[in-house]
């Protein structure tokens, strides 16, 4: 008998011994793949070096670089922002005293959705859940004593991620930094934003554009820069499994690369400038599987469907998030431990960088002291706790190697399903993609309610006495009309005929097919504002009509 | 009940859609009408003759959007179509919505069944006043 067959031996015999007990009852992870009671050598595929291989090499199951945090820890990176640039700065400045690595900046409504904080569209919402930019005055301000070449920022934006590009690279000029060494991440994703997130403005073709456009113009110009973050973190907050999550993320960004290499731009040149961006919730090994697979799968199809060979290319990076619908508004700090969970399961997971939300944020923006303690979980993380200590530590669990595959199997089904509805885009545009993330959004809340979905604190052991927590962050009402009258003085201030020509420039080279950012940052350089530039290409484009889903 | 389901803003949109499939199942007729303006949520509720107009607020102030909506219904001779709130409402913007003449406001918490249950006593209200009319 040999070792392998004496295992399964040994494992009949305890299944049997049980047999006489209570069976135990099946179990799966939230994403529905089932999970045995136990796992043992025969449940793991052999080929250590193709399925495994070290780390920083293909296909980079165990980590994308070669010294993981053993040579630099993840980036702890909180998004924050609310109110006018002077009060962001101010937190910013406030989270890297306190030992933050790189900035992340959250921008309200209208920045995002394009609409200056004077439009009507943008009333109730000028610096509400994020800063409000309006000209390149406003991120001068942003940035003020922050310097670009010192700090990496990245900005959760997309519909409006050029413009905010161009104006970045602006503030790094003004400061005397040279744009081939800043560096950050613009999300930069309209796919996900369609389904899950909905700061679209413009329809799906001229959005393609723009964001090849960024790709191509960060290819060449800003080798430190990622123009873009492919999200999936929408997808699964919106309701979706991990597996949905992972799987629509990678259609995303095959999509995005088809989409580049149609202009005949070669795989290699863009491919090590893309990343990733995940939520993380507390379904610990669940999560871990996720990532290990996605790098595995990323590196597969990325070589030998797209043909890249430079292992930059090959390399899946990503950030995540810790919270958002893992967070519960009943017994707040709760959300403490659930962010832990989940921080722990990025390291274990291999990020690269991490936003662990705040436990006020289930229904509230984090005061001073909860941002604080949000930013010390990970610094408890990387400092006590030992996760960080080895390389890829959860490497080798029957467990844990099992599941990876039977996760990437899993994501593999999920893509080919999207296939079948003729790719990422069409799968968009039909309202496809919606319906199955609604689908699943719905039977989670029906099994929540029913208690079979177990949420500590709100369906079970909830203490009835607990009061429900207020919000204590306070939005400023003075706030809108104090961000207008900045926004009144640059226009009176700047060079209105030097705008006009930006504009008209822009228009027509919205029209044609050349790449916009030259055009865009000439824009922002004459402090054209974010309405005015988004204004020009709405009309040139039109607007996205969402597909009426139920 | 037909019930016009509408937001303030397209993101953070997964109890929207929570709330629409509920409302369905428990036998009601559900419109999406997306994010919109108030004045456009008072033309599509005429439009579509919607009998309630489920709002779920988000980001905004409420009470400034709602008493847009509750004015653009009055203009639109829709006064009698009840408005209901879901969202988070800071203990301040209760009673300012209960001014307004809001029906009903769901914070997060809310099951579906207490939801559809509400829907249920709107429609039950409006066939008792609709036959009482009628006699």
Not at chain 1, 255 to 261: G, P
Not at chain 1, 312 to 323: H, I, K, P, T
Request: include cysteine; proline fraction near 5%; hydrophobic fraction near 45%.
């Amino acid at each position: 008998m040999d070792e392998r067959e004496r295992i399964e031996a040994a494992t009949a015999r305890w299944a049997q011994a049980l047999a006489g007990a209570k069976p135990l009852a099946p179990e799966a992870l939230p994403c529905g793949i089932p999970v045995e009671p136990l796992y043992t050598p025969a449940d793991v595929e052999g080929g250590y070096l193709e399925r495994l291989g070290v780390p920083g090499e293909y296909p980079f199951t165990r980590g994308v670089y070669p010294t993981m945090y053993r040579g630099r820890p993840w980036t702890i990176r909180q998004y924050a922002g609310f109110g006018t640039a002077e009060e962001s700065n101010r937190r910013y400045r406030y989270l890297l005293e306190h030992g933050q690595t790189g900035l992340s900046v959250a921008l309200d409504l209208p920045t995002q959705c394009g609409y200056d904080s004077d439009d009507p569209m943008a009333e109730a919402e000028v610096g509400r859940v994020g800063v409000a930019i309006d000209t390149l005055r406003d991120m001068e301000i942003l940035f003020d004593g922050l310097p670009l070449d010192r700090v990496s920022t990245s900005f959760t934006i997309n519909g409006t991620a050029a413009i905010l590009l161009a104006m970045y690279v602006a503030v790094a000029e003004a400061q005397g930094v040279a744009p081939a060494r800043i560096a950050g991440t613009i999300q930069n994703d309209i796919l996900k934003e369609y389904v899950a997130r909905g700061t679209w403005i413009f329809p799906v073709e001229p959005s393609l554009r723009l964001i090849a456009d960024t790709i191509e113009f960060c290819a060449e110009r800003l080798p430190r820069f990622n123009p873009i973050s492919i999200a999936g973190a929408h997808f699964r907050d919106a309701g979706g499994t991990a597996v949905q999550e992972a799987a629509y993320t990678l259609a995303d960004a095959f999509a995005y690369v088809e989409t580049v290499r149609a202009r005949g731009i070669e795989v290699d040149r863009f491919a090590p400038q893309l990343s990733f961006f995940f939520y993380t919730y507390t379904d610990v090994f669940e999560e871990v599987a996720k990532y290990r697979a996605m790098r595995r799968l990323w590196a597969r199809v990325m070589r030998d469907r797209f043909g890249a060979r430079r292992p930059e290319s090959l390399m899946f990076r990503f950030g995540n998030v810790c919270g958002g619908h893992s967070l519960t508004r009943e017994e707040p700090l709760n959300n403490i431990a659930r962010v832990t969970l989940g921080a722990l399961a990025s390291v274990l997971g291999g990020t690269q960088s991490m936003f662990t939300a705040a436990w006020d944020e289930a229904y509230a923006i984090p005061t001073e002291e909860s941002a604080r303690t949000a930013l010390r979980i990970q610094q408890i993380l990387l400092h006590e706790s030992g996760a960080a200590r080895t390389i890829d530590p959860l490497a080798g669990s029957y467990y844990v190697e099992a599941l990876t595959e039977r996760m990437e199997r899993a994501i593999e089904a999920e893509l080919l399903r999207v296939d079948a509805q003729g790719g990422m885009v069409r799968a968009v545009e039909t309202g496809w993609v919606q319906r199955e993330i609604h689908r699943e959004a719905y039977r989670q809340e029906r099994e929540r309610q029913a208690g079979t979905r177990v949420v500590v604190g709100v369906n079970r052991f909830r203490d009835k006495r607990a009061a429900p927590p207020v919000a204590m962050h306070r939005a400023d009402p003075a706030l809108a009309a104090r961000q207008a009258a900045r926004l009144d003085q640059v226009r009176r201030t700047r060079d209105g005929a030097r705008v006009a020509q930006a504009l008209a420039a822009l228009r027509e080279g919205a029209t044609g097919k050349d790449n916009l950012m030259p055009l865009l940052l000439d824009a922002v350089r004459a402090c054209a504002s974010v309405g005015e530039i988004a204004g020009v290409l709405r009309e040139v484009w039109g607007v996205f009509r969402e597909p009426a889903v139920v | 009940m037909r019930v016009l389901l509408v937001q303030d803003s397209t993101g953070h949109s997964t109890g929207y859609h929570v709330v629409a499939r509920g409302l369905r199942d428990a036998g009601h007729e559900v419109i999406l009408g997306g994010a919109l303006l108030p004045r456009e949520i008072a033309r599509l509720a005429g439009e579509e003759g919607a009998e309630a107009i489920g709002y779920r607020i988000m980001d905004a102030a409420p009470a400034i959007l709602v008493g847009r909506l509750v004015a653009e219904l009055g203009r639109a001779g829709l006064a009698d179509v009840p408005v209901i709130v879901g969202g988070i409402v800071s203990d301040e913007d209760r009673p300012r919505l209960a001014a307004l003449g809001v029906a009903g406001v769901f914070q997060p918490g809310a099951t579906l069944e207490s939801i559809g249950a509400f829907f249920g006593g709107l429609a039950a209200a409006r066939e008792r006043r609709d036959a009482g009319s009628r006699r």
